[in-house]
T-cell receptor, first 115, second 113 residues
Framework: AQSVSQHNHHVILSEAASLELGCNYS??????LFWYVQYPGQHLQLLLK??????LVKGIKGFEAEFIKSKFSFNLRKPSVQWSDTAEYFC?????????????FGKGTKLSVIP | NAGVTQTPKFQVLKTGQSMTLQCAQD?????MSWYRQDPGMGLRLIHY???????DQGEVPNGYNVSRSTTEDFPLRLLSAAPSQTSVYFC????????????FGSGTRLTVV
C-alpha cells in the first residue's frame, strides 16, 4: 500500500517569503500526485496535479511542484507567499493505472503567513 | 452546480445513537469515497465504492457502514455513535481516469457527546 509523508507540521512565514513544503511518498509503481489546499473552515480544493510528462507542474494561485522520481518526492513551492495563502496543505498519491482509485493523504502542513 | 453535495453540515449525536451522512454527486463519477479528518492525522479513508453495488473498506472502516445502490448516492451510516467518531467527514468522487482530480464535498462536522 502507498503512504505519504509531509515533513513539516506547521510553517510560519512572513509575507513575500518563499515557500517550499516537502512531500515524499512510498509506492513501488507509477503514481499520480496531488496537492490540495484547505482554507480555514472550507473543504479541500485541488492546487495542482502530476500525471506524466514535465515533472514541473504549475497550479493555481502561483503554486508549482516538482516531481523527482528518484527521490519519491513532490515538493510544493511558491516564490512569494501572501497572507491569503494561510491554509493547510495536503499532499496525496494515487497509484496510476486502470482500476486504481484510492487516494492516500499525508498528514498535512499548516501554513501561517504573517502580514 | 455540478459537484459533490453533503448533508448535514453539522450534527451532534449522543453516544449510541445512529445516523446517516448523505453524499450525492451529479458528475456520473463511478468512484466515491468517505474520509474522516482529524487534527494532525490528515484525511483517512473510511470506505469507498467503484460503482453501484460495489463497496470496500478503507483504512479506518470500523463503526461505519456504506452502500451504493445508485451511481449518484453514497451514504455513510454510523450504527452506534461513539465519541471517537467525533470528526469532520468528507465525501469525494472521481471519474474513470482521475485526470481532473478528486472532487470533495463541503464536509459534515460531527460531534458525539
Amino acid at each position: 500500500a502507498q503512504s505519504v509523508s509531509q515533513h513539516n507540521h506547521h510553517v510560519i512565514l512572513s509575507e513575500a517569503a518563499s515557500l517550499e513544503l516537502g512531500c515524499n511518498y512510498s509506492y513501488g509503481g507509477t503514481v499520480n500526485l496531488f496537492w490540495y489546499v484547505q482554507y480555514p473552515g472550507q473543504h479541500l480544493q485541488l492546487l495542482l496535479k502530476y500525471f506524466s510528462g514535465d515533472p514541473l507542474v504549475k497550479g493555481i494561485k502561483g503554486f508549482e511542484a516538482e516531481f523527482i522520481k528518484s527521490k519519491f518526492s513532490f515538493n510544493l513551492r511558491k516564490p512569494s507567499v501572501q497572507w491569503s495563502d494561510t491554509a493547510e496543505y495536503f499532499c496525496a498519491v494515487n497509484p496510476s493505472g486502470a482500476g486504481s482509485y484510492q487516494l492516500t493523504f499525508g498528514k498535512g502542513t499548516k501554513l501561517s503567513v504573517i502580514p | 452546480n455540478a459537484g459533490v453535495t453533503q448533508t448535514p453540515k453539522f450534527q451532534v449525536l449522543k453516544t449510541g445513537q445512529s445516523m446517516t451522512l448523505q453524499c450525492a454527486q451529479d458528475m456520473n463519477h463511478e468512484y466515491m469515497s468517505w474520509y474522516r479528518q482529524d487534527p494532525g492525522m490528515g484525511l483517512r479513508l473510511i470506505h469507498y465504492s467503484v460503482g453501484a453495488g460495489i463497496t470496500d473498506q478503507g483504512e479506518v472502516p470500523n463503526g461505519y457502514n456504506v452502500s451504493r445502490s445508485t451511481t449518484e448516492d453514497f451514504p455513510l451510516r454510523l450504527l452506534s455513535a461513539a465519541p471517537s467518531q467525533t470528526s469532520v467527514y468528507f465525501c469525494a468522487s472521481r471519474g474513470p481516469t482521475g485526470y481532473y482530480g478528486y472532487t470533495f464535498g463541503s464536509g459534515t462536522r460531527l460531534t458525539v457527546v
